[in-house]
């Protein structure tokens, strides 16, 4: 149950540029209180006997406080991320670098645009993939080339939710919680084909970043002012964690997004 995450201290987090619906410029951020809300995420970690390990911020790079969007990890085999917005292009390399320097050696630096875990979500017998506004579907063939696991394409329509892990979150291995209205109709279908017990979230939680939400399967860290959605992970026997990271949202991110998730180790 113990869980390894990546993090990335927001030192030079700003809202500076908008390539979300989520960011403006105009209104910028407070990074002294990204800092401090961030603090408080990584202590939740913590305090669930959870390991952390922390890459090195770099100055220029405001989003890379946005760990999740740095690679996807599954059984040791490190899938390096390549973004879409220039803005963003150097994240890909440091978090390889972090990995590589780290003892990790089944390293693929990606052909194709991927954002990382911000759109591939790791479940025990498939990966769901996000496609629509930043990863490209040819990356979902690269990650299942490379991986060896099966990845399903969904296709993402609402700006809003521009990655997966922003309209969709797994509970545990096997099941999923999602706002339905951020999928195409066909998505919509094979969702409910594979998860037909997830907890479907309303447009109100989503909209929040309620489904930006880190389970370990038993306990859900998630943004504090999902109430509906909390209640219904409660009445389902989960433990929740609320936490409140409303100065990060103004970049589009929640405590999934601050949350890169290593599976298995360096080597294996
Ligand atoms: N400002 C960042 C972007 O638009 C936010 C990334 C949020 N990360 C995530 N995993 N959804 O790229």
Redesign the pocket.
């Known amino acids: 149950m113990t869980r390894h995450y990546l993090m990335c201290r927001p030192d030079h987090f700003a809202v500076e540029y908008a390539?979300?619906p989520w960011?403006h410029p105009e209104s910028g951020a407070d990074r002294e209180v990204a800092i401090r809300q961030w603090e408080t995420l990584r202590s939740a970690y913590e305090d669930l006997g959870h390991r952390v390990s922390l890459i090195d911020p770099v100055e220029g790079l405001p989003?890379m406080v946005?760990a999740?969007?740095g690679a996807l990890v599954v059984d040791g085999r490190v899938y390096g991320a390549r973004f879409t917005?220039p803005q963003?292009a150097a994240e890909g390399p440091a978090y390889l670098k972090w990995f590589v320097d780290h003892g990790y050696e089944r390293v693929r630096d990606a052909a194709f645009t991927n954002?990382g875990?911000?759109d591939f979500l790791t479940l025990d017998h498939l990966v769901l993939a996000g496609t629509g506004f930043r990863t490209d579907i040819t990356a979902h063939k690269e990650a299942q080339e490379f991986l060896g696991r099966p990845v399903v394409t969904l296709q993402l329509v609402d700006p809003r939710f521009?990655?997966l892990?922003?309209a969709l979150f797994p509970l545990n291995g096997h099941n999923v919680a999602y706002f339905p209205g951020a999928f195409s109709p066909g998505s919509q279908e094979v969702l409910r084909n594979l998860f037909p017990d997830a907890v479907v979230a309303s447009e109100d939680d989503a909209a929040v970043l309620g489904l930006?939400a880190v389970s370990d399967g038993v306990n859900v860290v998630i943004n504090a002012e999902a109430a509906d959605l909390q209640l219904e992970l409660k009445r389902r026997g989960f433990e929740v964690i609320p936490v409140d990271l409303s100065e990060l949202r103004k970049?589009?991110?929640g405590p999934?997004?601050c949350t890169l998730e290593i599976r298995g180790q360096n080597g294996a």
């Open positions: 390539i979300n960011m989003d946005f999740a969007n917005h963003r954002e875990e911000g521009y990655h892990d922003t930006n970049a589009g991110g999934k997004c």
